[in-house]
Structures are given as structure tokens and as C-alpha cells.
């Protein structure tokens, strides 16, 4: 009778560090002498959408004669992401005579952020064990 002795599997992944990095710089100088009705608006739009990932480990199958099962040892490290916006805007007005000034600034950011999806291990053993079939011979004394 023999024993297998089966090894350790051990599967890592590790997925997606991920840095987004936006700057805007924007710089307004108005000079005017008379202005009626000024208007000035700026708008930042900004979306970012990051890091979809999905990742599927290990469907192992073992198959021993009188064995031993297998260890399947799986992990998954998903997903560093960072966003980082800098909006930088600098507006200068110069002017004698305004009516009805109007200056607006609207910032609207949006982001999203990791759909993280892992599958892991799905493992089968099966073991065998044997059959053993013994004769016994018939003596004959003459």
C-alpha cells in the first residue's frame, strides 16, 4: 500500500493600482472702461471613471490513489485606485464703470469608483482505493 503525498497549491494575483491625476489651470484677466450687462462664466466638468475589474482563480481538480486531498490556498488583492482633481482658476476684473455684473463659476465633478468582482477556487479530490484479490493454492500428497 502506498500514500501520495499531493502538493499545496497557492495561486495570488494581485490587479490594478491604478492613479488618475487631472489639473486644470485656468486664468481670466478682463480690463474694460464700460461694460454693461458683463457676463462671464466658467464651468468645470469634470468625471472620471475608474478600474473595472474582475478576476477568476483556480478550478483545480485531484485524482489520488490512496492520497491525500489537495489544499488550494487563492487570494485576490483588487484594486488601489486614487483620483485626484485640481481645479485652479484665477479670474481678474478690471473695469470703470459695470451694471449688472455677473460672474458665475460652477465646478462639477464626478467620479466612479471599483466594481470589484472574484471568483475563486472550485476544488474536486477524488480517491481511489484499491482491490486486492488473494489465490489460495489447493495442496496435493500422493
Same mark, same amino acid.
Not at 478576476?55 to 485524482?63: C, F, I, L, P, R
Not at 486531498?69 to 487563492?74: F, K, Q, R, V, W
Not at 477524488?126 to 488473494?134: E, Q, R, V, Y
Given at each position: 500500500? &502506498?500514500?501520495?503525498?499531493?502538493?499545496?497549491?497557492?495561486?495570488?494575483?494581485?490587479?490594478?493600482?491604478?492613479?488618475?491625476?487631472?489639473? !486644470?489651470?485656468?486664468?481670466?484677466?478682463?480690463?474694460?472702461?464700460?461694460?454693461?450687462?458683463?457676463?462671464? %462664466?466658467?464651468?468645470?466638468?469634470?468625471? %472620471?471613471?475608474?478600474?473595472?475589474?474582475? %478576476?477568476?482563480?483556480? &478550478?483545480?481538480?485531484?485524482?489520488?490513489?490512496?492520497?491525500?486531498?489537495?489544499?488550494?490556498?487563492?487570494? %485576490?488583492?483588487?484594486?488601489?485606485?486614487?483620483?485626484?482633481?485640481?481645479?485652479?482658476?484665477?479670474?481678474?476684473?478690471?473695469?470703470?464703470?459695470?451694471?449688472?455684473?455677473?460672474?458665475?463659476?460652477?465646478? !462639477?465633478?464626478?467620479?466612479?469608483?471599483?466594481?470589484?468582482?472574484?471568483?475563486?477556487?472550485?476544488?474536486?479530490?477524488?480517491?481511489?482505493?484499491?482491490?486486492?484479490?488473494?489465490?489460495?493454492?489447493?495442496?496435493?500428497?500422493?
Amino acid at each position: 500500500m &502506498m500514500t501520495w503525498a499531493q502538493p499545496i497549491l497557492t495561486n495570488t494575483s494581485h490587479n490594478d493600482m491604478n492613479t488618475a491625476h487631472t489639473n !486644470i489651470d485656468t486664468t481670466h484677466t478682463d480690463t474694460d472702461s464700460s461694460h454693461n450687462g458683463m457676463d462671464i %462664466s466658467h464651468n468645470d466638468i469634470d468625471t %472620471s471613471h475608474n478600474d473595472i475589474d474582475t %478576476s477568476h482563480n483556480d &478550478m483545480g481538480t485531484s485524482h489520488n490513489d490512496m492520497g491525500t486531498a489537495h489544499t488550494d490556498i487563492n487570494t %485576490s488583492h483588487n484594486d488601489m485606485n486614487r483620483a485626484h482633481t485640481d481645479i485652479d482658476t484665477a479670474h481678474t476684473d478690471t473695469d470703470a464703470s459695470h451694471n449688472g455684473m455677473d460672474i458665475s463659476h460652477n465646478d !462639477i465633478e464626478t467620479s466612479h469608483n471599483d466594481i470589484d468582482t472574484s471568483h475563486n477556487d472550485i476544488d474536486t479530490s477524488h480517491n481511489d482505493m484499491g482491490t486486492s484479490n488473494n489465490d489460495m493454492g489447493t495442496a496435493h500428497t500422493d
